[in-house]
Structures are given as C-alpha cells and as structure tokens.
C-alpha cells in the first residue's frame, strides 16, 4: 500500500502552489482550502499564517510530472465524487452523464459499423500475417 505524499501543485497554482498540493492530498477542492488559509489569515494570527506557507512551499516538493499527468486526467472528467464539490446542481450532473454516454454511444456504433464493414475485412486480409 503507497503513502500519499503532499506536493506543490504549481499547475494549479495562484501564489506557490501549497493549497493546491493541500487540496490535492486531501482530496477537497481547492477554493475550500485557499478561502480556510485566507479566513485563518484575515481572523487569527495573520503572521504566523504567512510564516507557515512559506515554510510549507520551501519543505514540500514540487509534484513529480507523471502525477501531474496523472491528475490532469482525473480533473478533465467532468463528474466528482460528491456533487457539491463540483458547484453543479444534480440536474446538471445528469445532463453531462446522459450527454457523455450519448457520444460513447454514437463512438460504440460508428466502431460497430466499421468492423462489419467490408472495407475493415479487406484491410484485414491484406494484413493478415501469414
């Protein structure tokens, strides 16, 4: 079983990246964790707020590329775990679902329609090793 690590995200960044790297090792959004740094800043010590997120971007590394790439996937679906995570309402949700299985849909049957094709069994017989 592999430890989560926390990362900078500077992908993701507006100032170092830290509540980005935050968020990510969390697994919450990351204006949630950005407006809990500013409210803490605003309302407590602000001071030792700042103090504390340079220290956090000097000692936590920047996210290794095939993480990023990684991350980038999961963020290009439109769907998260929980829907208010994703400001949508439920309705919404339904309509991205309901439109992405329509286009896997018209991909199934345009892949269907070419494999019972009769070009896609001549390109086959002409590759066909022998």
């Known amino acids: 079983m592999s430890r989560k690590k926390l990362y900078r995200d500077p992908k993701n960044a507006k100032l170092g990246g830290v509540c980005a790297g935050i968020a990510e090792y969390f697994s919450v959004e990351i204006w949630l964790v950005r407006l809990i740094v500013v409210s803490a800043f605003l309302f407590s010590a602000g001071l030792l707020v700042i103090i504390a997120y340079i220290a956090a971007y000097f000692i936590s590394n920047k996210m290794p590329e095939k993480r990023e790439w990684r991350q980038s996937i999961y963020q290009a679906h439109n769907i998260k775990k929980k829907s ?20 896997m849909d018209k991909n199934i049957q345009q892949m269907e329609a070419y494999v019972t094709s009769f070009d896609f069994k001549m390109n086959r017989e002409f590759t066909k090793k022998q």
């Open 84 to 103: 208010w995570q994703a400001g949508r309402s439920a309705e919404q949700i339904l309509e991205n679902v309901s439109r992405e299985f329509e286009d």
